[in-house]
């Protein structure tokens, strides 16, 4: 044998296997293979029999919590919920960090900073709220730099104790891929032009990224015009506590074709002409202390897309005259059909036929209604089959009678009832024994002429 042909079969020995052995390894992969299924299929259940399009529909009616809990039953089910739609690929990789603060900033920057650096950190998408003016710039600097490529979403209360603004605008320091940006001027006591010059130079730098922005508490001189750069890509607008002059300038700015939710409040009650306040695709609608005549014209200009209206201390009636006292002018609401609402709000000392007004054009389609501090004395209100009505909030009543009267009238077929709990500060949904008494105790009031 030549010294070529031994040379080659040398090398090619070590990869040369019998038939016996090559079967043996097959068969042991193949055990490995259905271990390593059983293992991540395990806790599965007979949710496994079911294709990936039906259990992204049963996940349909989950809440975010519910879902974040099965994700914890097992590997299956951790991959499963996470990678069912793309959806809910953005939830689980989102995180929401509110209150953050001089004491617990130091624990926050570790956990982000050891999320970011796993496999998939890249893709860890940070909403990260500065509303408590509690951090100093040095620490606020530090984390938004560490972050600054994972933030989409940011809120950010500008004080004069801490200049905040001077941080978003350092050359060195752009948050490139934000999409979301709240402002709040409530803890700046400083000229108003400076308030016009800071959100001038933040909105020449981010305006074209944003999907949303929030502005609260911003006033300017008299007389005085806010540049507001071209919004191309904005969706959302809320606008909290300005004058009809800022909403003016910001809706001369968007693309009123891509918005889908609105939410405004004014510091004057009239918002004056509204003939081109015309969203043909507004889903959300949001109004706060602003005159009865101005929430009408936007709710029918915008009515036939509404999905959800959200309507806090509107004057619907208020003082014509301040010199003549308890002079009122009342806004006519008459039939306030909107065909596609599913969630309606009434947040406010509303009058009982103003509140019937809206509820009872909409009793066929509503499906969530929230009422808190709602004027209902009537003692024979009428009950109002509200067929797709599930989930009902109440706040602000004054005694539990008042509640009775409210679930007698709207909440005979709902499924979830949600009350405020002050302490806690936020509404509590009670057990649904707790619900069956209580319908059982609405439909016996005696007060009622149903």
């Not at 706040?395 to 539990?400: L, N």
Request: aromatic share 8%.
């Amino acid at each position: 044998m030549s010294s070529k042909e031994g040379e080659r079969c040398l090398d090619e020995s070590p990869t040369t296997l019998s038939p016996a052995k090559e079967n043996l390894e097959a068969r042991e992969k193949a055990v490995t293979g259905q271990v390593i299924e059983k293992i991540n299929q395990a806790g599965a259940g007979n949710l496994i029999i079911f294709p990936p399009e039906i259990i992204v529909e049963i996940l349909s009616y989950c809440d975010t919590k519910d879902k974040k809990n099965m994700r914890c039953v097992s590997k299956w089910c951790f991959n499963v919920v996470s990678s069912a739609s793309k959806d809910l690929i953005s939830l689980f990789g989102f995180y929401t960090i509110k209150d953050i603060n001089d004491d617990n900033y130091c624990d926050i920057l570790e956990v982000l900073t050891n999320t970011m650096r796993r496999s998939y950190g890249l893709d860890v998408k940070l909403n990260l709220q500065f509303f408590t003016c509690e951090i100093s710039c040095i620490q606020m600097k530090e984390m938004l730099t560490v972050c600054k490529e994972n933030i989409i979403s940011l809120g950010i209360q500008l004080s004069d104790k801490n200049d905040y603004s001077e941080i978003l605008l350092e050359p060195d320091l752009e948050l490139t891929n934000v999409q979301r940006l709240d402002i709040s001027f409530r803890e700046i006591d400083t000229s108003l032009c400076v308030h016009k010059n800071i959100t001038e130079a933040i909105l020449a730098r981010y305006g074209d990224k944003l999907e949303h922005l929030g502005v609260k508490y911003l006033e300017l001189p008299k007389n005085t015009v806010l540049q507001v750069p071209h919004l191309s890509q904005l969706k959302s607008l809320s606008l909290d506590y300005v004058d009809e002059n800022i909403v003016r300038s910001f809706v001369d700015s968007i693309v009123k074709e891509n918005i889908t939710h609105l939410s405004l409040r004014c510091y004057t009650d009239d918002m004056g002409n509204l003939d081109n306040l015309k969203f043909p695709k507004l889903e959300y609608l949001k109004l706060g202390s602003i005159a009865g005549e101005s929430a009408l014209a936007l709710i029918k200009f915008n009515k036939d897309t509404i999905t959800t209206l959200i309507l806090e201390v509107i004057k619907f009636e208020h003082i014509g005259d301040v010199n003549i006292p308890f002079q009122f002018r009342e806004v006519d609401i008459g039939n306030v059909n909107i065909p596609n609402l599913e969630h309606l709000e009434l947040i406010g000392n509303y009058r009982e036929d103003i509140a019937l007004s809206f509820i009872i054009s909409n009793m066929y389609t509503i499906t969530k209604l929230l009422l808190a501090m709602v004027d209902f004395r009537n003692a024979s209100l009428p009950v109002v089959e509200m067929p797709r009505l599930k989930c009902l909030y109440l706040r602000y009543f004054k005694d539990e009678i008042s509640e009775l009267m409210v679930m007698k009238a709207f909440g005979r077929k709902i499924t979830e009832l949600w009350m405020f709990d002050r302490k806690r500060n936020t509404y509590v949904r009670k057990s649904t024994n707790k619900l069956i008494s209580m319908k059982k105790k609405a439909l016996a009031l005696k007060v009622y002429n149903s």
